[in-house]
């Protein structure tokens, strides 16, 4: 996620953020409705990678479901939309593009493009391995910062 995160960042996470209503509470509201809100474009988060239960990554959601998210090697694009945050060269790991994000899915990718492993790499993320919404860098004092 460099420029904006490093590695040693601390952060604070905001794991209430992206929660939904209990089951027992479903006759009243949509099976859908969160709490607050679902993860939205440009959020950063934090989430247990598909592949890997060991580690949580940071990245930034993309694509929502329902998305057309498309990468023609030099730009990603949403739903016809090129996509600005940030701007970096962006390769294609596989040739099934566009894709649509799946219904409770998110696409997700690093703002370091060149180098990330992200979902170019194992598709989607399911809403269930997100933890919550990055809410604030802390250290280092120098780089603090809210989203």
């Known amino acids: 996620m460099a420029p904006l995160l490093n590695q040693g960042d601390r952060l604070f996470v905001n794991k209430l ?13 949509d099976k859908n409705y969160h709490l607050f ?3 939205e474009r440009g959020d950063v988060i934090v989430f247990t990678p598909p ?4 580690r949580d990554f940071v990245k930034r959601v993309i694509g929502i479901p329902g998305d057309v998210v498309d990468i023609d090697g030099a730009h990603v ?6 996509v600005n945050y940030p701007e970096s060269i962006t390769r294609r790991v596989h040739e099934n593009w566009p894709i649509i994000v799946p219904e409770s899915e998110y696409f997700v ?12 790499n194992w598709g989607s993320v399911d809403e269930s391995l997100i933890i919550g919404k990055v809410w604030v860098i802390y250290w280092p004092f120098g780089k603090m910062k809210a989203f």
Do not use: K, Q
């Open 77 to 82: 694009y949403v739903n016809g939309d090129m």
């Open 51 to 54: 592949h890997d239960y060991e």
């Open 17 to 29: 953020v992206y929660t939904r209503y209990p089951s027992y509470l479903s006759g009243y509201f």
């Open 109 to 120: 990718l690093g703002d370091n493009r060149e180098l990330s492993f992200d979902s170019r």
């Open 37 to 39: 809100h679902a993860p």
